[in-house]
């Protein structure tokens, strides 16, 4: 009862604005009179060279309409009332051509390209430009010219703090076509855990993954699931540091003699590879050849991150090593180490990409850097010859705004970089670090934000309009249910298990008005490891809900003067003040919910107090001195984060307790 309460009213503050819901945002759009009307006769044909990504998407694009329509449509049908054109069919590389024409008219529609990854990203386009009305569903009459603005619009996914089973990794591939995006990064390994099955050196994930490792197979069919799709996987194998894992099966591999032991906590722990040891890049020799093998993408990432040099300044060995090489400091020994896997990587046809600390002008200039510890290493590499793609301001797992990572412009204060500079930035990837997520709530960490990202990486930079990205993600985020993306109902199921499998409405109306604390301010309140529960309220919490934009919204139309706003914020906080009491109720059976009554009677009592000012305000009068105190201190209280979570509501409720009566 008191979730649909809260369901209409959002609703009601949803459905204000309308117009296009496409996301990536197209270069050019001309909608113009008319509909293209689906009806079961619907058929579409094929003109172009044998392909088969296009064979499988017309496939997908039918299931999917006649998913959302409830219409029999049939994908065997023949007829021309949509053509897809193309000439090419195409490897994946990160030079490939992705641009499309999309063409709806009242009686055909079509999807010309040069390629057919072109062809894949228009019909996502036209997957989400599909329309209702009282006459059924429709296309609108649009002429559509689209292409990316940057060739590496990436995804990473860490399936080493907690594994991500292949389903997980599908779903959201899935996801990542619908956005157009393009690259799947895989952080498969790290101190907690080898999660690929490697035949010449079995060690790794029979001793180092706790079971939980890809076999080549399921890594084989993964790669072909993602190319289908015109999405590159590139995989990461980290060194020399974040390798407690490797060490583990390998010791000899390690700074010092070891036995290491696995790893369960997070941070930078301080195993890492000793890079005077000839076997060191003999392993990595034979192990980047196999690997090399397995990923046909012309890019293998090696990490490079974080190496803390505790072991390296404990080894007499190292200390012999870069005194005969008069090497000065550890960057030069990383460097040093980072040439020689360079060139293990060219021998076996391959790439590199590097988080930033690999900067090193004695490397060739094919090296990808990857931006995170700040964007001034995207500048700097490019400005030094190096490609580039930015992380930094794209750390999803950090539970920052969605309008945060939108505004991450990788050409963004760049005004002193060349043509040429410019054209090395790449793009951007997305960081998805699970230390803190499971197979149940990382969708919900990726999505809807992601998708933001991709059109940041797609779309003109012209596009930033904060309110209007939100419209459109927040109709995004329910179409991602339908490729299985767990974000929305995941929340539902983790809210029933908190609520011991009683009434969970007390803990919707929470939840919808929280987040997780962001950046890496849950670590201070509990020691994380890979055994810590993720199933608590702050988990099934998501970042940047939609529902206190929408309050703070609402509070601003009725301090206009709205009625109807005044009405339904009635509503809404007299909820606020009981819920409080649901949630008493539920923690006397399920005490995992006692952790967060402090947060639900700081609610309680905010609502309460803005209900109070409401009052006063209808009657003319002003708070006193005290009340206002009162309301002062109530508010700085309910800032502070309690059991992980932050409530999003405090500054539209301050707004409404402290703002002055008018006469
Ligand atoms: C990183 O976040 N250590 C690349």
Redesign the pocket.
């Known amino acids: 009862m008191k979730k649909t309460v809260m369901l209409i009213l959002l609703a009601c503050l949803l459905t204000a604005g309308d117009g296009v819901n496409l996301m990536p945002l197209p270069w050019k759009i001309k909608f113009q009179e008319g509909k293209f009307r689906l009806s079961e006769g619907f058929a579409l044909k094929v003109e172009g060279p044998f392909s088969p990504r296009v064979k499988l998407a017309r496939l997908r694009f039918f299931k999917r309409l006649s998913g959302r329509t409830g219409l029999f449509l049939n994908p065997e049908a023949e007829g021309d009332s949509m053509i897809l054109l193309y000439q090419k069919h195409i490897p994946l590389s990160p030079e490939m051509d992705e641009s499309y024409v999309l063409r709806v008219g009242k009686g055909k529609i079509l999807v010309k390209a040069s390629t057919d990854i072109g062809i894949l990203r228009g019909l996502e386009t036209l997957l989400q430009l599909l329309s209702a009305d009282e006459d059924g569903y429709f296309f609108p009459a649009v002429q559509i010219e689209d292409h990316p603005r940057f060739p590496w619009r990436g995804l990473l996914i860490d399936v080493v703090r907690h594994f991500m089973p292949m389903e997980v990794l599908k779903r959201n591939i899935d996801a990542m076509a619908a956005v157009k995006m393009n690259v799947l990064h895989l952080h498969l390994t790290d101190d907690q855990g080898f999660r690929i099955e490697s035949k010449v050196y079995p060690r790794l994930h029979q001793v180092a993954s706790d079971g939980n490792y890809f076999t080549q197979e399921e890594i084989k069919k993964l790669i072909k699931y993602a190319d289908l799709r015109g999405i590159r996987v590139v995989p990461e194998f980290d060194v020399p540091a974040h390798t407690t894992s490797w060490l583990v099966a390998y010791p000899a591999l390690g700074t010092l003699p070891g036995p290491y032991k696995k790893e369960r906590n997070y941070g930078t722990p301080d195993p890492v590879m000793d890079p005077t040891k000839k076997l060191v890049y003999k392993f990595l020799d034979r192990f980047f050849r196999e690997m090399a093998r397995l990923f046909p993408d012309p890019y293998i990432h090696i990490g490079g991150?974080?190496v803390n040099g505790v072991h390296w300044g404990e080894s007499r060995r190292v200390a012999e090593f870069m005194r005969k090489h008069h090497m000065e400091s550890f960057e030069e020994l990383q460097a040093y180490f980072n040439l020689k896997i360079n060139k293990i990587l060219k021998k076996h046809g391959k790439a590199m990409v590097g988080?930033d600390e690999i900067l090193n002008p004695a490397l060739p200039r094919n090296v990808v850097i990857q931006s995170?510890r700040g964007r001034e290493s995207l500048y700097s590499a490019v400005k030094q010859g190096f490609y580039a793609i930015l992380s930094s301001g794209f750390y999803i797992d950090l539970c920052q705004p969605t309008s945060f990572h939108y505004l991450n412009d990788p050409l963004w204060e760049s005004q002193d970089l060349t043509p040429e500079e410019k054209k090395r930035v790449l793009g951007g990837e997305a960081?998805m670090?699970a230390e803190l997520v499971s197979p149940e709530t990382v969708d919900s960490r990726i999505w809807p934000r992601t998708a933001a990202i991709a059109e940041r990486l797609w779309s003109s930079p012209e596009v930033r309009d904060l309110g209007d990205m939100y419209r459109r993600l927040g109709v995004v985020s329910q179409e991602l249910e339908e490729l299985g993306i767990t974000h929305i109902k995941n929340q539902g199921m983790m809210l029933r298990r908190l609520a011991g499998y009683g009434d969970p409405g007390p803990l919707e109306v929470l939840v919808a008005l929280v987040q997780p604390i962001q950046v890496y301010k849950r670590h201070e309140f509990h020691d994380y490891t890979v055994f810590s529960p993720l199933t608590r309220f702050v988990d099934a919490s998501v970042p940047d809900p939609p529902f206190p934009r929408e309050f703070s919204s609402l509070v601003d139309a009725y301090l206009k003067g709205d009625g109807a706003a005044e009405e339904r914020l009635k509503t809404l906080l007299t909820l606020w003040v009981k819920n409080h009491e649901g949630i008493v109720e539920l923690s006397r059976f399920s005490p995992v919910v006692k952790e967060i009554l402090p947060l639900s009677e700081s609610l309680s009592r905010l609502a309460a107090l803005a209900l109070q000012a409401m009052e006063m305000r209808s009657r003319g009068e002003a708070p006193d001195k005290e009340w206002l105190e009162a309301g002062k201190a109530l508010l700085e209280k309910a800032r502070e984060p309690v059991a992980e979570v932050e409530l999003l509501v405090v500054s539209p409720l301050e707004k409404l307790i402290l703002s002055p009566v008018k006469n």
């Open positions: 991150d974080e988080w995170w960081t670090w």
